[in-house]
């Protein structure tokens, strides 16, 4: 069982913070160091948008992806990343990244998903905006894990349908849940990931952090799946 610490955007365009949350998250008992690649004008309106300036500022340029996974090197955790077109797969495959993220707003991107195909690296596919009834047929050599996902930024409990879960079929649960109760739900029912995001302060300015673990919650998400290991 391992749990993805998603950083995302919750460095806020700050560098030094970024490699803080590297280091917190392999301290806490994370595998996995998780952040976001894209290009903000492009992915994000403007129009109606109020985190748009905000997405402006934490787009993560091709030298902030090198530092930030030499220094997940450094810290011996993987370094993972959401991308979100084309021309970033490229920047990620020249850092070597293991495995990709495919966002649920992504899920329908052939473009993006036939591009990461053909590196031949595993997939991880949220399914938040899926609608479909079954999983999406995609075809990779590197081979495709889904994780149950609801986007709604947070989630509240009640949204959640573990009961209609399968967690021999979805590898696990992207969770933007506040608080630790529906990971651990998902963890005892079968989860074998767990992805959420982390930061040093819930109080931040930013759409993530408020809903977000801190390390000391990260912490006690991890004593709880080793305690669960030993347990099975």
């Known amino acids: 069982m391992e749990i993805i610490a998603e950083i995302g955007q919750n460095h ?22 998780k952040f976001q ?27 902030d992806v090198e ?15 959401s991308v979100f077109d084309v021309e970033r797969v490229a920047w990620l495959e020249g850092v070597g990244m293991r495995r ?9 991107d052939r473009a993006l998903i036939d591009a990461v195909a053909k590196t031949g690296k595993p997939m991880l596919v949220s399914l938040g905006m899926w609608d479909g009834a079954d999983f999406p047929e995609i ?19 009640a949204d959640l349908h573990f009961r209609n879960v399968d ?10 849940t506040i608080g630790n109760d529906a990971a651990m739900i998902a963890l005892s029912r079968g989860a074998r ?7 040093v302060d819930k109080a931040m300015y930013g759409p ?25």
């Open 12 to 33: 806020n365009g700050d560098i030094q913070l970024a490699r803080r949350l590297i280091a917190e998250a392999k301290a806490a008992g994370a595998a996995v160091a």
């Open 37 to 63: 690649v894209y290009d903000a004008r492009a992915l994000f309106p403007k129009e109606g948008n109020e985190w748009f300036d905000y997405n402006c500022k934490t787009e993560l340029g091709r030298a």
């Open 67 to 81: 530092t930030l996974a030499r220094e997940c090197e450094r810290e011996s955790i993987e370094f993972m990343a």
């Open 100 to 108: 990709y993220k495919i966002a649920s707003r992504s899920v329908k």
């Open 139 to 157: 075809a990779a050599p590197g081979g495709v894990e889904y994780l149950y996902c609801v986007s709604k930024y947070p989630t509240e409990m």
């Open 167 to 176: 967690f021999a079929r979805y590898a696990g649960f992207s969770d933007h």
């Open 193 to 199: 990931i767990i992805e959420k995001h982390l930061t």
């Open 208 to 232: 993530d952090h408020s809903g977000s673990m801190t390390p000391s919650d990260l912490l006690a998400l991890s004593r709880f799946r080793d305690g669960l290991a030993v347990a099975l």
